[in-house]
Structure formats: structure tokens, C-alpha cells
């Protein structure tokens, strides 16, 4: 092996680690903004859900 060889597949393993890295990064953040839309959604579920038991049950 020649040394030239052996700095190319040095290089392009310190470039599949900085893609993973980058790709490992986006799925992490989406699945936090992902998981706190479904906490809102859930929680204004859960009020429509309770004013809306009030008001039948003050109409009966």
C-alpha cells in the first residue's frame, strides 16, 4: 500500500463519520420537534375533550 492510498480511506472514513453524524443530528432533531407537537396536539385534545363534556353536561 502506498501512503497516498492509505490518506484517501482515512479521508473518506472521516467523511462517512461526518455524514452519520449530520444524518444521526436530523433524525434526533426532528423526533424532538416531532415528539413536542404531539404533546401540544394531545394536551389541546385533552381541553377540547374537557370543555366539551362540560358544556353537554351543563346543557342536560
Not at 17 to 32: C, D, E, G, N
Not at 34 to 60: A, F, G, M, P, W
Amino acid at each position: 500500500m502506498k501512503i497516498g492510498d492509505i490518506d484517501n480511506k482515512g479521508q473518506i472514513s472521516a467523511e462517512l463519520i461526518l455524514i452519520l453524524s449530520v444524518m444521526s443530528m436530523i433524525v434526533l432533531i426532528t423526533a424532538y420537534y416531532t415528539t413536542s407537537y404531539l404533546n401540544e396536539i394531545t394536551n389541546h385534545t385533552k381541553i377540547v375533550i374537557k370543555n366539551s363534556r362540560n358544556s353537554i353536561l351543563s346543557k342536560l
